[in-house]
C-alpha cells in the first residue's frame, strides 16, 4: 500500500537554528498537507498545498514558516528561526480524494 | 466553522467487550467525517470516512461508525475489543471541498483491561 514518507523520525535543534522536515507523498496526490501535534494535545493544521501554492494557512503557520515542493516528489516545511515552543511531532499528509494518508510523524525537539 | 467534540479523553473498556467513542460534530454544511487511530509513536491510519453514501461506515480492524444528522454524531464502536486496540482515537471533520483541511477533536485514548 502507498505511503506517505517522512524524514528524519526525530530531530534536535537548538532554539534559533533553521529546521527542514521532509516528505515524499504518494506519488499520485494533488494534495499535500502539513499539520502539528504537541505533546499530549490535539492534532492541529498548519497549511495546504495545491497547484505548488499555498491553499490555506491556519495561524500558527505565521512568517517563520514555509512549505515548498522543490521537486516532483518532495514536500518540505522549513522553520526559520525555531522556538521552544515548536516542539511537537509534526505529520505530512497527502490526498487524491476523501481523506488523508498521514506519515509517521517528525519528532521536533527545539532545545 | 467546523468543529467535533470528543466525549471523554479516556475510555476504559475490558476486553472481549464493546467499545463505544463518542463523537459529535458542528458544521453548516454536509460534512466528511472521518476516525483516525494512532498507536503509540507512530502516526495517524485512517479507520474509516463517511462521506455520504451509507450512514453506516465498516472500517478497518473491525470497527464501524453510524452517522446520525438528527444528533449530529458520528460515534465509532466496536463490538468485543481486544488488547491491540488500546490507542489514542481521533474523530475528524472536513468540508466537502476536495482540497479542505480536516479538523481534528481532541482525541479519546482507549484502554483496554484484561
Known amino acids: 500500500e502507498p505511503e506517505v514518507t517522512q524524514t528524519p523520525s526525530h530531530q534536535v535543534t537548538q532554539m534559533g537554528q533553521e529546521v527542514i522536515l521532509r516528505c515524499v507523498p504518494i506519488s499520485n496526490h494533488l494534495y499535500f498537507y502539513w499539520y502539528r501535534q504537541i505533546l499530549g494535545q490535539k492534532v492541529e493544521f498548519l497549511v495546504s498545498f495545491y497547484n505548488n501554492e499555498i491553499s490555506e494557512k491556519s495561524e500558527i503557520f505565521d512568517d517563520q514558516f514555509s512549505v515548498e515542493r522543490p521537486d516532483g516528489s518532495n514536500f518540505t516545511l522549513k522553520i526559520r528561526s525555531t522556538k521552544l515552543e515548536d516542539s511537537a511531532m509534526y505529520f505530512c499528509a497527502s490526498s487524491e480524494q476523501v481523506g488523508y494518508t498521514f506519515g509517521s510523524g517528525t519528532r521536533l525537539t527545539v532545545v | 466553522a467546523q468543529s467535533v467534540t470528543q466525549l471523554g479523553s479516556h475510555v476504559s473498556v475490558s476486553e472481549g467487550a464493546l467499545v463505544l467513542l463518542r463523537c459529535n460534530y458542528s458544521s453548516s454544511v454536509p460534512p466528511y467525517l472521518f476516525w483516525y487511530v494512532q498507536y503509540p509513536n507512530q502516526g495517524l491510519q485512517l479507520l474509516l470516512k463517511?462521506?455520504?453514501?451509507?450512514?453506516l461506515v465498516k472500517g478497518i480492524n473491525g470497527f464501524e461508525a453510524e452517522f446520525k444528522k438528527s444528533e449530529t454524531s458520528f460515534h465509532l464502536t466496536k463490538p468485543s475489543a481486544h488488547m491491540s486496540d488500546a490507542a489514542e482515537y481521533f474523530c475528524?471533520?472536513?468540508?466537502?471541498?476536495?482540497?479542505?483541511?480536516?479538523?481534528f477533536g481532541k482525541g479519546t485514548r482507549l484502554h483496554i483491561l484484561p
Open positions: 475528524a471533520v472536513s468540508d466537502r471541498r476536495r482540497d479542505d483541511k480536516i479538523i
Open positions: 463517511y462521506t455520504s453514501a451509507a450512514t
